[in-house]
């Protein structure tokens, strides 16, 4: 089992920033993926920003150049800097990891949190 913690959201206005950071724990012998995904109201969960084992980064084009994902391979934790940020990003974000345990796959999510822009 690989269990997620985020952390970070909250209320700000738009050009405002947040910090998101996502800690994992359990039993992982490697990681593949890192990445931030979120949800609004009404809409489909869709992909903000991923990291994969080789350091290569990809972001969808609605935050390209106002959010960077990094990450802590010490301490399994991922982050994603979010600034200059915009009504339209008010969402749930969740994180989410895929790797290997010692023993088998997995898929881990995030319990989400919470991030809205006022305007």
């Known amino acids: 089992q690989v269990q997620l913690v985020e952390s970070g959201g909250g209320l700000v206005a738009a050009g405002g920033s947040l910090r998101l950071s996502c800690a994992a724990s359990g039993s992982i012998f490697s990681i593949n993926a890192m990445g931030w995904y979120r949800q609004a109201p009404g809409k489909q969960r869709e992909l903000v920003a991923q990291?994969?084992?080789?350091?290569?980064?990809n972001y969808a084009d609605s935050v390209k150049g106002r959010f960077t994902i990094s990450r802590d391979n010490a301490k399994n934790t991922v982050y994603l800097q979010m600034n200059s940020l915009k009504p339209e990003d008010t969402a749930v974000y969740y994180c989410?990891?895929?790797?290997?345990?010692?023993?088998?796959?997995?898929?881990?999510w995030g319990q989400g949190t919470q991030v809205t822009v006022s305007s």
């Open positions: 990291i994969r084992s080789g350091s290569s980064r």
């Open positions: 989410n990891y895929q790797g290997r345990t010692v023993w088998t796959p997995f898929d881990s």
